[in-house]
C-alpha cells in the first residue's frame, strides 16, 4: 500500500487532502499540533471521518518535537501557521517556527530518505503586488510578514531540491475556499453574516479583486503534482482557480447563493493586504495537467449546503 504523510491533517486543506487520500487506498499518516490559532473542536471535527479508517495513523504532535518521521512514498507538507494580518508583531516568532523551521526538519530528515515527492503548499502572498495575471516569474516581494516566511519555505524547498536532490513542488495557492474553511476566512465570515443577518466588515472600499479556488481542485494539484515525473525543470507553480472577482462581487454571489441580503460595514484597509490576485496557471496546465474546474457560482452554492449542515461547527474561534 502506497504511504503518505500529511502534516497539518486536521486542517482545513490538510483534511480534505486526508480524506481523498483515504479513498484513493493510500496508507496516511498524519500529524497536527493543534495549533491555537481556532478551536480544537473544528479540527477534530475535521478528522472525524479520517480516524474511523482503518489506514489512517494519527500523530498530534509538534513537528519540531519529533525525531523520527515515517518511513512514506510521499510528503504533504501542509501545516503552516496560517493569517495575513495575525503575522506582525510578536507574533512573528510562531510563523517563523510553523512556516520555516518546521519545514527545514522535515526536508533535513527525508533528504536522505527515498521519497518520490515532497510537496509543499505555498501561497500567493510570496507575489505581493504583482503585475496581472501572476505568472511564477515575477518578482516575489511579499507584503506580510507571513508571506516572507511562506517564501523563505519555497526557497528551502528549492535549496534541497538542487543540493540533496529532494524531488519537491511548491504550490501557490490563491485564496482556496470550500468545506471546512477557517473561521477566520472570508467567505466563511461573509456566509454566515448573511445567513445570520449580521454586518459584513470589508477592508478597503471592496473594489480589490481575489483569484478564489474551491478546495477539491486544489486536492487534485496536490495529486498530480505528487504524481509528475521528477524530470520537469519547473518546482513551483500556481494554483489559482480562474474565479477573479471583486470582494463586492463575491458578497453579491454570495447573496445569490444564500437568498439573503448583505448588510456592509466598509473599514480601512489592513496591512500586508494585497490590492489584485489572478493567477496565471499555464504552467500548471502544461507540466501537471492540471486546471480549476469549480465556477465561483457553484462553489459557493456547495459552500452554502455543506455550512447549513455544519454551522456549529464552523464559528468557533
Not at 26 to 43: M, Q
Not at 135 to 153: D, F, I, M, R, W
Not at 201 to 223: E, H, K, P, W
Request: aromatic content about 12%; glycine content about 6%.
Amino acid at each position: 500500500m502506497t504511504k503518505a504523510l500529511v502534516t497539518g491533517c486536521a486542517g482545513f486543506i490538510g483534511s480534505n487532502l486526508t480524506d481523498r487520500l483515504l479513498e484513493l487506498g493510500y496508507e496516511v499518516i498524519g500529524i497536527d499540533c493543534f495549533t491555537d490559532y481556532y478551536s480544537k473542536y473544528i479540527k477534530e471535527a475535521n478528522l472525524s471521518d479520517s480516524l474511523t479508517c482503518s489506514n489512517f495513523t494519527f500523530i498530534k504532535e509538534d513537528i519540531l518535537q519529533i525525531d523520527d518521521f515515517p518511513k512514506v512514498d510521499y510528503v504533504f507538507h501542509l501545516a503552516a501557521q496560517a493569517g495575513v494580518r495575525s503575522s506582525w508583531g510578536k507574533s512573528f516568532e510562531i510563523y517563523t517556527k510553523n512556516n520555516i523551521q518546521s519545514t527545514q526538519k522535515l526536508l533535513e530528515y527525508y533528504k536522505d530518505k527515498d521519497i518520490r515527492k515532497f510537496v509543499y503548499s505555498s501561497s500567493s502572498s510570496v507575489y505581493g503586488d504583482s503585475s496581472l495575471p501572476i505568472k511564477e516569474e515575477n518578482k516575489v516581494q511579499p507584503l506580510s510578514p507571513y508571506g516572507v516566511t511562506k517564501l523563505a519555505a519555497e526557497n528551502l524547498c528549492h535549496l534541497y531540491r538542487i543540493n540533496y536532490r529532494v524531488p519537491s513542488i511548491s504550490l501557490r495557492y490563491f485564496t482556496v475556499y470550500g468545506p471546512r474553511q477557517r473561521p477566520d476566512m472570508a467567505i466563511n465570515k461573509f456566509v454566515k453574516a448573511v445567513l445570520d443577518g449580521d454586518e459584513i466588515t470589508i477592508y478597503g472600499d471592496g473594489s480589490q479583486t481575489r483569484d478564489f479556488t474551491y478546495v477539491d481542485d486544489v486536492v487534485s494539484a496536490n495529486l498530480l503534482a505528487a504524481k509528475s515525473s521528477n524530470q520537469i525543470t519547473a518546482d513551483v507553480f500556481n494554483i489559482g482557480g480562474g474565479n477573479r472577482i471583486t470582494v463586492n462581487d463575491l458578497v453579491s454571489s454570495i447573496e445569490t447563493a444564500t437568498g439573503n441580503k448583505a448588510k456592509i460595514n466598509y473599514v480601512e484597509k489592513q496591512k500586508g493586504d494585497v490590492k489584485d490576485t489572478w493567477a496565471d496557471v499555464s504552467r500548471a496546465n502544461e507540466l501537471l495537467g492540471w486546471s480549476a474546474e469549480t465556477k465561483i457560482i457553484e462553489g459557493l452554492e456547495k459552500y452554502t449546503q455543506w455550512y447549513a449542515e455544519h454551522e456549529t461547527k464552523t464559528d468557533v474561534l
